[in-house]
């Protein structure tokens, strides 16, 4: 199941406890995906952050944000 049906799956009336198990999978999901979007971001080189228009003070900054936090 693609995140976009999670989310489409979520807006639906659910019984309470699969209401809860979604949110939590869809929270899972969203933590991992800022974790390897922040990893990925440590490794890029100065001409790669340039190129997408971060400083590398940007992306230290971002990168060692914990997953949970947005």
């Known amino acids: 199941m ?3 049906d ?3 799956l979520s807006a639906r009336p659910l019984p309470p406890l699969s209401r809860v198990a979604i949110t939590l999978a869809l ?3 969203t933590w991992e995906l800022r ?3 922040r990893k990925h ?3 890029l080189t100065s001409d790669q952050l340039h190129d997408i228009g971060l400083t590398q003070t940007n ?3 971002e990168s ?3 997953f949970w936090r947005a």
């Open 35 to 37: 974790h390897k979007t």
């Open 59 to 61: 992306a230290e900054s």
């Open 27 to 29: 929270a899972i999901a």
């Open 6 to 8: 999670a989310f489409a």
């Open 64 to 66: 060692a944000k914990p």
């Open 41 to 43: 971001l440590s490794q």
């Open 2 to 4: 693609s995140l976009t």
